[in-house]
Nanobody
Framework: QVQLVESGGGLVQAGGSLRLSCAAS????????MGWFRQAPGKEREFVSA????????NYADSVKGRFTISRDNAKNTVYLQMNSLKPEDTAVYYC?????????????WGQGTQVTVSS
């Protein structure tokens, strides 16, 4: 089992910045990757960004490329999402996701979510 605790959400004006953190605990030695998803009211949860735990390679949704940066601290088992140039459409609950690999099986874990609100 892996437990995830997110922090860093809040209220910010358009054009501002926030940094989200997600700390993993438990069976973290099998981490495969970690990432962020978001869900706005009335919409489905969507992918934002992910980072490979071993190589550090990253992926981003087109809507956040150039504005958001994902990074990791392996020693702290923590992933960060630096969000710059925030727009009102970035308003959502942001969820951290971690995936582990045990033998040939993959497992996914989710955090409780943190609210990000961008005012215009």
């Amino acid at each position: 089992q892996v437990q995830l605790v997110e922090s860093g959400g809040g209220l910010v004006q358009a054009g501002g910045s926030l940094r989200l953190s997600c700390a993993a605990s438990g069976r973290t030695f099998n981490l495969y990757d970690m990432g962020w998803f978001r869900q706005a009211p009335g919409k489905e949860r969507e992918f934002v960004s992910a980072i490979s735990w071993s190589s550090g390679s990253t992926n981003y949704a087109d809507s956040v490329k150039g504005r958001f940066t994902i990074s990791r601290d392996n020693a702290k088992n923590t992933v960060y999402l630096q969000m710059n140039s925030l727009k009102p459409e970035d308003t959502a609950v942001y969820y951290c996701k971690a995936r582990t690999v045990v033998v040939s099986s993959r497992y996914a874990y989710w955090g409780q979510g943190t609210q990000v609100t961008v005012s215009s």
